[in-house]
């Protein structure tokens, strides 16, 4: 079984990618049927493939990953214990012991994985408590085109809906101590930070344009800030702007120019959540996803979906279009379940190819970057009458939450792609179920060292059928390893995990999930309290 699944995916990869030159790039048509590539045209890979034992950013053993396609050397190399390994690197959790107004807060724990497909990897994600205001705040940023705009997006998204949310007195505090030049107010606690930056020598860029943004909220004179919904909307449009300022202004330093020029030409969607006490806001602008796991008092479990899709099969969302351009482009505006026949999210940040005039893309393209060794994508898709058609601003979402609502879970679409959301709910309520039937039971039993002792060898001796520890690491297992009977077999997960760099973005995506657990005690006592 395990040849014959390893097989299967090689030689139908190999049969259906027809690649041409072209320079030093190598382009395929190819468009998989399961993960559904989000550019058409055209995706991109190196000729020259890099063997160095790196995958999703950790360091393994040489054999754990093939960067060939030649058929005698494809066959499967990992061992029960490295699969295992490999899909629990990304791994992260984390309690929230915080007390607001002298309650647990009704955030309870999140625990969260990725598993890439991209090398690099193009997803990115985070998690931050803001400091001046209430609140925690999750994300989930699917990048496209690269991985420049994801990691810009993941950084400083957080900071605009901070400051969004500040009094005026705390806007003038953060202003006056940038006029005195003294230590400004932290704005952000970041429990899970969106990776190692690559953007650090050109902070003081990001953080001049956050000024000019919390010196307009000055300028509106409202005491108390914005409110949730205002904040999200117009944070997220805000910073898709300076994404797009930043590369039209003049700038000296070729390293910042070149980063804002990868920021600006690649693309990201983004999910994000914000909890504060009962009160959930999810603003979505894309195909990431976030839903709800609910159990009623009878037991029973449901969905509740706080996201749509903003892709082809969103009927407001192409009425949407339709609206915002001329009527002789009805047909032009989606092609082939494409924006523009090119890119299947509808609403995104970045991909200013598809928000600029063809002039000003070229005025900026032609101020002397090296946009092959940039990986910049030069495509103005046929039909391009209108700009922009691509918009970054998100539906948002609110939800009073409930002591029946368990957990939120938020993943880019390459688990979407596989999993639906009743499944989901499904796999993280059979995690909460099986963590709770093997945990031991120390009150009950004298906790000695003899005791630990034991219950680490039971473990230990369980090896590759010990329970995963963490929900996001079970859904991105059950989703690259179940058939299509949603039963899991190992042998397709080794294979899937054993695909070549080459090969491996054509059968699924980067996948990125973090599941937030509820407080229900906590939820309960705000309802109980007035």
């Not at 899909?87 to 992260?92: C, D, I, K, P």
């Not at 953060?174 to 050109?202: R, T």
């Not at 002792?453 to 090896?463: E, I, V, W």
Request: glycine content about 6%.
């Amino acid at each position: 079984m395990s040849s014959t699944v390893t097989y299967w995916i090689f030689n139908s990869a190999r049969n259906s990618i027809a690649t041409f030159q072209g320079g030093r790039r190598l382009y395929s048509r190819y468009v998989s049927s399961r993960t559904k590539t989000k550019r058409v045209l055209f995706s991109w890979a190196s000729t020259t493939l890099k063997n160095n034992g790196q995958c999703g950013g950790f360091a393994l053993p040489k054999a754990y990953r093939h960067t060939s396609t030649e058929e005698d050397d494809f066959h499967l190399q990992l061992s029960p214990e490295q699969v295992n390994e490999v899909l629990r690197a990304g791994e992260s959790a984390h309690k929230i012991l915080d007390l607001v107004g002298g309650v647990p807060n009704t955030v309870l724990r999140f625990e969260s994985n990725q598993l890439a497909a991209n090398s690099p990897v193009e997803d990115r994600r985070g998690v931050a408590s803001c400091l001046q205001t209430n609140g925690l705040m999750f994300g989930i940023f699917d990048g496209h085109g690269g991985h420049a705009c994801a990691q810009a997006v993941s950084e400083r998204l957080f900071y605009y809906v901070a400051v969004s949310l500040m009094s005026q007195q705390t806007l003038e505090e953060m202003e006056g101590a940038m006029e005195s030049m003294k230590a400004m107010l932290p704005i952000l606690q970041w429990l899970k930070h969106p990776g190692d930056s690559i953007y650090k020598d050109v902070t003081s860029v990001h953080l001049d344009h956050l000024r000019v943004y919390w010196q307009e909220l000055l300028d509106l004179h409202m005491e108390m800030g914005l409110n949730v919904k205002e904040a999200l909307v117009y944070s997220f449009q805000r910073l898709d702007s300076d994404i797009s300022l930043e590369i039209q202004a003049p700038l000296e330093d070729e390293m910042t120019r070149n980063l804002s020029l990868q920021v600006a030409f690649s693309g990201a969607t983004a999910c994000m959540a914000h909890v504060d006490g009962v009160h959930l806001h999810v603003a979505n602008a894309g195909d990431c996803r976030a839903i709800l796991g609910v159990q009623e008092d009878n037991g029973m479990w449901s969905c509740l979906p706080l996201t749509q899709d903003h892709n082809a099969w969103n009927e407001a969302e192409l009425s949407r279009l339709k609206r915002e351009h001329p009527e002789s482009e009805d047909r032009t505006i989606i092609m082939d379940d494409r924006l523009l026949g090119v890119l299947m999210p509808c609403r995104a940040f970045g991909d200013v190819q598809l928000k600029w005039s063809k002039e000003l893309q070229r005025s900026v393209l032609e101020r002397g970057f090296n946009t092959e060794a940039l990986n910049i994508y030069q495509f103005t898709p046929p039909h391009y009458y209108t700009p922009p058609y691509l918009t970054a601003e998100p539906e948002v979402t609110y939800h009073r939450l409930r002591p029946q609502d368990k957990f939120l879970v938020l993943a880019s679409d390459g688990l979407w792609d596989v999993l639906d959301n009743e499944n989901v709910v499904r796999l993280v309520m059979e995690h909460l179920s099986e963590a709770g039937r093997h945990k031991p039971d120390l009150a009950r039993r004298p906790a000695n060292l003899g005791l630990m002792q034991s219950l680490l060898l039971q473990r230990k001796a369980q090896g590759l059928h010990a329970a995963d520890q963490n929900a996001a690491t079970r859904l991105i297992r059950h989703a690259i390893g179940s058939n299509e009977y949603g039963e899991m077999e190992t042998e397709r997960l080794t294979a899937m995990l054993t695909l070549p760099e080459d090969l491996a973005r054509m059968y699924r995506d980067d996948i990125t999930v973090t599941v937030v657990y509820f407080n229900s005690d906590s939820i309960g006592a705000y309802y109980k309290g007035g």
